[in-house]
């Protein structure tokens, strides 16, 4: 399936839940598509966990 055809479902899925449910389930539904894509890109492999908890590096910061 394309990105585009991914967009296309997502954007329907959006309006549809703003306009039957109001802006709160527009928002849930934004958060919960969200969390999907970024379980979907872990299980993928595009994503590894250390990347969301490792710190910073502060040497970068300094001047």
Do not use: Q
Not at 10 to 16: D, E, I, Q, T, V
Not at 18 to 45: E, H, S, T, W
């Amino acid at each position: 399936m394309s990105m585009a055809v991914v967009g296309l479902i997502a954007g329907m899925a959006l309006g549809f839940a703003g306009y039957f449910g109001g802006f709160g389930a527009f928002l849930l539904v934004a958060a919960l598509g969200a969390v999907g894509f970024i379980a979907g890109r872990f299980l993928d492999g595009d994503l590894e966990p250390g990347e969301f908890f490792r710190s910073r590096d502060r040497d970068d910061r300094r001047r």
